[in-house]
């Protein structure tokens, strides 16, 4: 019974679990690689990130202790100033209580002496802690305390005799002598604390720029790694699409190969059971009408015959070929005798055709038994020697030529027939491709192209030499690994 045609076209549960499973693993993959990229993009963008938090942190508490320096400096700039302020009034109290004799003078001047020693000892803290400004600061504080020393003298001796004019002169020109000294002193300490003050306002201002330029560079190397994370991905996905889409036209050169062996394989069975019909019944014919009808009659059972057998072989040679392109091709070497299995193949094959050319078999050293597939070996041999008969010319001659060496058979058919182009040699494996040069010889281009995938299927290789209206060589050689002499 016939199957339908397109019955081929059905898949099966387990087809369409393994195609199923496939896509998946391959969806796994990819989103598993994507997210390497995602995690180590985001990891370096969050150490960028951090590595800048620290430095605007570093850079933030550098910019608070200088501001805490500029306002230590400004404290110091300004009881250095209150304590002048202080001693200015305590010296005119004093001189007010001492002419006038005014209570509210000497009250004044008591709270003014209070007040600066209240500014040494809040300038003791404030100071800067160097060296020469302590050095400075223990000058004033020995020079005040002289003066304070002389100003407490001066309202004693008031207190005792109020008519000691001259010795109260005296100890206000020591007194003056001592605020001259006092001044400079005083002077080069708030110089010095100016100084302070300018180099921490100017690093300020550099830490301030620094923080903004740290900010700018972070931000833009953030964008920077995002922007090359987002590119990466983005070629990663294209990359990924086009091997998917690599990958489903592979699964479906695949099935299409899977479906077109199916499809050959159903017409080969179709065809040669009816092929097979003709043959037995031409044969039976024959052997029927043989000594009924003359030798010209017969001749028409001999091209129904030769013509089944044609077909048949072109069945086997694209059923050979779909195979070899789904790399489904069988090979199953057996020990075979090379010399009995030509010399069979030229019987059969010399039966094909309607020339009648003399295939020729040479046979040269000892017999052998070889490893070889007895079906892609019939493929290789009967495809060359039916090429050789059928572009040979009326009369040539044709070779079949048995070598073997060390470790390789070598078959080789020889033809004196119309032979090959040379730019044509490399194009003639190709199924389907028939030169330019064969004209009206009936043909379909498929029988070298079979003896190529038999032949690589041997892991073996086929040469080619020829010269157009002289003839063409076809060597083919095929590795052995044991070969036994017969």
């Not at 100084?195 to 833009?220: D, F, V």
């Amino acid at each position: 019974m016939v199957r339908p045609l397109f019955s081929f076209y059905r898949i099966s549960k387990h087809e369409i679990s393994y195609f199923s499973k496939k896509f998946m693993n391959r969806q796994f993959i990819k989103w598993s690689f994507t997210r390497k990229w995602i995690a180590v993009g985001f990891t370096l963008t969050l150490l960028l990130m951090g590595l800048v938090t620290f430095a605007s942190f570093k850079n933030t508490s550098e910019i608070q202790k200088s501001a805490n320096q500029v306002q230590y400096t400004y404290q110091t700039l300004n009881t250095l100033t209150n304590f002048y302020a202080a001693m200015t009034v305590a010296e005119s109290a004093r001189r007010g209580y001492i002419f006038l004799g005014n209570k509210q003078d000497l009250k004044r001047y008591q709270n003014e002496i209070i007040n600066m020693q209240s500014e040494l000892k809040l300038l003791k803290e404030q100071i800067h802690p160097s060296s020469i400004q302590q050095q400075r600061l223990t000058q004033l504080n020995s020079l005040v305390n002289q003066r304070l020393a002389l100003l407490e003298q001066s309202i004693q001796l008031y207190q005792k005799d109020k008519t000691e004019l001259e010795l109260q002169t005296n100890i206000t020109e020591r007194s003056v002598k001592l605020r001259e000294k006092i001044l400079p002193v005083m002077a080069d300490m708030k110089a010095e604390e100016q100084l302070y003050l300018q180099s921490s306002l100017q690093q300020s201002k550099y830490s301030i720029h620094l923080r903004i330029l740290i900010e700018i560079l972070g931000t833009i190397l953030s964008f920077l790694v995002i922007s090359s994370l987002c590119i990466i991905l983005e070629r990663q996905w294209v990359q990924r699409e086009k091997i998917e889409i690599l990958e489903f036209s592979l699964s479906q050169e695949k099935e299409l190969g899977e479906l077109k062996l199916r499809l050959f394989s159903m017409i080969s069975h179709e065809f040669r059971t009816p092929l097979s019909v003709i043959l037995l019944s031409s044969q039976l014919l024959r052997e029927i009408l043989e000594e009924l009808v003359d030798e010209q009659q017969l001749k028409n059972l001999s091209r129904i015959q030769s013509s089944a057998k044609l077909m048949n072989h072109l069945l086997t040679d694209i059923l050979t070929l779909t195979r070899a392109e789904a790399n489904q091709l069988d090979y199953k070497p057996q020990t075979i005798n090379v010399e009995n299995f030509c010399l069979n193949l030229i019987e059969e094959v010399q039966l094909f055709g309607t020339n009648q050319q003399l295939i020729k078999f040479i046979s040269n050293g000892q017999y052998f038994r070889a490893n070889l597939d007895e079906k892609l070996l019939y493929c290789i041999l009967s495809n060359l020697l039916l090429n050789a008969i059928k572009y040979s010319f009326d009369g040539g001659k044709i070779y079949l030529i048995l070598n073997s060496e060390p470790g390789t058979i070598i078959f080789q058919v020889i033809d004196e027939g119309i032979g090959i182009p040379l730019g044509e040699r490399e194009k003639i494996y190709e199924p389907f491709y028939r030169g330019q040069n064969v004209e009206n010889v009936a043909g379909t281009g498929l029988g070298l192209a079979v003896v190529k995938k038999c032949v690589e299927r041997h892991q073996g290789e086929i040469a080619v030499n020829s010269e157009v209206g002289v003839g063409t060589t076809f060597t083919v050689k095929i590795p052995q690994k044991n070969i036994a002499a017969v």
